[in-house]
């Protein structure tokens, strides 16, 4: 069992910079992927960017070139660092982990970028 929680989100203003957490109270060693969704009032959930077991990231279109995705594997930690932010970043955010039978969210992070 993995239980996550991110940390991090708040309030900016556009063009400025946040970095997002995600701790995990038990390994990741065994995660295939860890990853960062988001979803906006009214919208579907979607991908902002995950990461492999082996290192691979992968991006939503909207993000690539301004956010980028790592892990602290020793310790349990995923952080999602976040520049030039607008205000269509605005959404709840939410950290995922993928193993081989079971996937586990966070309770999510709101994130707003006032204009």
């Known amino acids: 069992q993995v239980q996550l929680v991110e940390s991090g989100g708040g309030l900016v203003q556009a063009g400025g910079s946040l970095r997002l957490s995600c701790a995990a109270s038990g390994s990741l060693f065994s995660m295939l992927a860890m990853g960062w969704y988001r979803q906006a009032p009214g919208k579907q959930r979607e991908l902002v960017a995950s990461?492999?077991?082996?290192?691979?990231?992968t991006y939503g279109d909207s993000v690539k070139g301004r956010f980028t995705i790592s892990r602290d594997t020793p310790k349990n930690t995923v952080h999602l660092q976040m520049n030039s932010l607008k205000p269509e970043d605005t959404a709840v955010y939410y950290c995922?982990?993928?193993?081989?039978?079971?996937?586990?969210w966070g309770p999510g992070t709101q994130v707003t970028v006032s204009s």
């Open positions: 990461i492999t077991r082996g290192g691979s990231t």
């Open positions: 995922k982990a993928t193993g081989t039978i079971n996937t586990y």
